[in-house]
């Protein structure tokens, strides 16, 4: 379970990595191509969900390298478990269900984290 449970932590933090990074160096401009939902939000509005996302991914998979708390785990994956359904609520709002199925996904994954970091 414990291997299973850092696998899918590796894969979230991999995606929230790449994601923040991607809304943190781009500009507003270069993003719409990419998010259509990105006109709603300030150039620094774009760059907070961005750092958030990167702090939260590397909650997900330091404690594995460096010996340091634990716990940061399941509070990394809540917090990104709160922006997944921030996310959902924006892309409800604008009709976009198929962005809608992958911040359920993700919340759904982001769960299974907390739960099994808690539980084990």
Known sequence: MNIALWILQIMLAAFFL???SVKVVLTKEKLSKVFEWIDDFSQNKIKMIGSFEIIGALGLFLPGVYPIGYAIIPISAAGL???MILAAMTHYNRAETKEIILNIALFVSL????IGRLAF
């Open 18 to 20: 790449t994601v923040g």
């Open 111 to 114: 769960m299974l984290v907390i």
């Open 81 to 83: 478990a709160i922006i």
